[in-house]
């Protein structure tokens, strides 16, 4: 079970491969994602304690150069966000959905958390980075009340110049539904 993630988002493949191999050498963390993102970027996810996969986010930071674009360290992840990682949330939505849009990877991890955290409600889907043009976006879904409380949390969590657009939608078509 992941408990602490840290992520790391790169404007190179190349410099995002070399550092998957410090950040895997520097501390005893565990490797979650490690991939090409669209437009030719690269990410990593890193889980294991606090300390470790703070220790590997700082050495990461150390030899990155100009070539972050951003990372984070988020303990206490909530488990939807870690399940969705290892691709194990499929439930049907019942009630309302959100949809928030980001402009990259960390920001939608982040915002994402920080929704599910602060109100009643469950991840239905993550899309993180391939074929959106290095853009994320996750659908929540609850009562109408509670994912309006998430998205406003989520939003207030980010820069704005982060969020591309965010939607609550009370009763969502089967059809709507089925092609998300």
């Keep these: 079970m992941i408990k602490t993630l840290g ?21 005893e963390v565990e490797l979650v994602v490690c991939k090409t993102i669209c437009p030719g970027k690269y990410m990593i996810f890193i889980s294991g ?5 703070n220790e590997a986010l700082d050495k990461a930071k150390e030899q990155s150069e100009e070539f972050l674009i951003s990372s984070f360290l988020l303990p206490s992840v909530h488990e939807d966000v870690a399940n969705a990682l ?3 949330i499929r439930m049907q939505p019942r009630g ?7 402009t990259n990877v960390t920001s939608g991890i982040f915002i994402l958390d920080k929704a599910l955290k602060s109100a009643n ?9 391939m074929a959106i043009g290095g853009k994320s976006y996750f ?3 609850g009562d109408v009340s509670s994912v309006k409380e998430a998205v406003k949390e989520a939003l207030n969590a ?3 110049k982060n969020i591309v657009y965010s939607i609550v939608i009370p009763s ?3 059809e709507l539904i089925k092609s998300l």
């Design 96 to 102: 309302a959905i959100g949809i928030v849009e980001t």
């Design 49 to 53: 304690e606090v300390g470790a996969v």
């Design 121 to 129: 409600v469950n991840l239905f889907k993550i899309v993180i980075g």
């Design 7 to 27: 992520i790391l988002e790169f404007r190179s493949i190349a410099k995002g491969i070399e550092i998957a191999d410090v950040v895997l050498k520097a501390a």
């Design 172 to 174: 969502p078509s089967k």
């Design 86 to 88: 290892k691709n194990k």
């Design 139 to 141: 659908v929540i879904y």
């Design 158 to 160: 980010n820069e704005k």
